[in-house]
Every structure is written in structure tokens, then in C-alpha cells.
């Protein structure tokens, strides 16, 4: 079974719109962590955020925040006043406490129109 | 501080040939995973290296694929016998491996095309 679910495929916003990506993790374990990435073009993920089980307070930085709720598994991405240069795919990724590897979804590729 | 790297940045080669992926974590880090990304897919996860040995190969596909980390810090993916349905980028992370859920630093990928 899927552990991290990132049903939206493609989304495009127009320029100062502001937009969510969603994300749904599955676990058993009670400890895990998790992670949002950004690909850009050039291919190279990029670190945005991590995110424990025990902490489930909402996080801001700058334009970027994160919206944690346990009790329906989900890990949703908000753009403020979205830019050009947030075009790239974004990945979310659960790592578990009994494991090391992480577990992404299939992304979501994000296009800002001008 | 430098990132991870990873050489080559593109290798391509004929089905059935062996190839060696090479990558640099960020120093100090102890932790060191592989993954593979195909088209269109989330990074899949296919070894990891606490120090000189792989703590988990679950995700390695068959026994084509190996991989090394002989003095703990680069690490060398090999696959033999290559197929087309290797052709993926294959990722490269490393961590500080001080605790569970280090967050994971990503290289920029060898990009893979078996002809």
C-alpha cells in the first residue's frame, strides 16, 4: 500500500495566487517524521521542511506554511502570493521510526503563470 | 559547506553493460542512501549505509545491483548487466545519522540511459 498519497498530479495558478498541495501519509507507527522536497527544473531536490509526529503545530516561513493534522493523516503545503520561481515538482516523504528510508509521493508539479 | 555530488551527472551505455555511479556525501555525515527516480515517479528507495555497511538493501531490485561504501563516505552504486528499464536518475542522500528521521540531503542525480 502507498504510504504518502500527493493526489494532485499538475496544478497551474496564475502569479500572486495563493495554492495548496496536499499531501496524506499512512503509517503504523506512532513516531515518524515528515518532509516536503522541491524539484526544480534542474532536477535537484531541495529541502523544505521537517515535521515530527508529536508536533503538530502549524509552521510558517515566509510565504511557505505547513498545516499538520494527525487526525486525517494529512500534511497540506500552502503558497502565499505564489511566484514564478515556485514552478518546480514538490514532493512530500514519510520516514518512519522503525526505518531509514523515506517514502515520497508522486509529486505534484506546480506551474506559476505570469 | 559543499553538498552531496555525484559523477557522472549522464551516463549512457548499451543493455547489458556495467556501470558505476559514484557519490560524495557532505562531510561528517555517517548516513548514506541510494534511490532511483523514474519519469514522473516519487524517488524509490534502494540502500542504505550506516558508516561502511549497507544497514538496509530492501530496496534493491534484483542482484544486478550493488553497492559499496568501503570507508565510509563515498559510496559506489554498480549495476551489471544493465537493462532499459534501468534508464531512471538515481539519487544519491546522505544524513547526519544521529538520529531517526535525519532529514536527507539530496544530490543532483546521475541521469542513467540504457540504449
Known amino acids: 500500500a502507498q504510504k504518502v498519497t500527493q493526489a494532485q498530479t499538475e496544478i497551474s495558478v496564475v502569479e500572486k495566487e495563493d495554492v495548496t498541495l496536499d499531501c496524506v501519509y499512512e503509517t503504523r507507527d506512532t513516531t515518524y517524521y515528515l518532509f516536503w522536497y522541491k524539484q526544480p527544473p534542474s532536477g535537484e531536490l531541495v529541502f523544505l521542511i521537517r515535521?515530527?509526529?508529536?508536533?503538530?503545530q502549524n509552521e510558517i516561513s515566509g510565504r511557505y506554511s505547513w498545516n499538520f493534522q494527525k487526525s486525517t493523516s494529512s500534511f497540506n503545503f500552502t503558497i502565499t502570493a505564489s511566484q514564478v520561481v515556485d514552478s518546480a515538482v514538490y514532493f512530500c516523504?514519510?520516514?518512519?521510526?522503525?526505518?531509514?528510508?523515506?517514502?515520497f509521493g508522486t509529486g505534484t508539479s506546480l506551474t506559476v503563470i505570469p | 559547506g559543499a553538498g552531496v555530488s555525484q559523477t557522472p551527472s549522464n551516463k549512457v551505455t548499451e543493455k547489458g553493460k556495467y556501470v558505476e555511479l559514484r557519490c560524495d556525501p557532505i562531510?561528517?555525515?555517517?548516513?548514506l542512501y541510494w534511490y532511483r527516480q523514474s519519469l514522473g515517479q516519487g524517488p524509490e528507495f534502494l540502500i542504505y549505509?550506516?558508516?561502511?555497511?549497507?544497514?538496509?538493501d530492501s530496496g534493491l531490485p534484483n542482484d544486478r545491483f550493488f553497492a559499496v561504501r568501503p570507508e565510509g563516505s563515498v559510496s559506489t552504486l554498480k549495476i551489471q548487466r544493465t537493462e532499459r528499464g534501468d534508464s531512471a536518475v538515481y539519487l544519491c542522500a546522505s544524513s547526519s545519522g544521529l538520529a531517526g528521521g535525519d532529514t536527507q540531503y539530496f544530490g543532483p542525480g546521475t541521469r542513467l540511459t540504457v540504449l
Open positions: 562531510s561528517g555525515h555517517t548516513a
Open positions: 515535521r515530527n509526529s508529536f508536533d503538530e
Open positions: 516523504a514519510l520516514s518512519e521510526y522503525t526505518g531509514n528510508q523515506f517514502y
Open positions: 549505509f550506516q558508516g561502511t555497511g549497507a544497514a538496509d
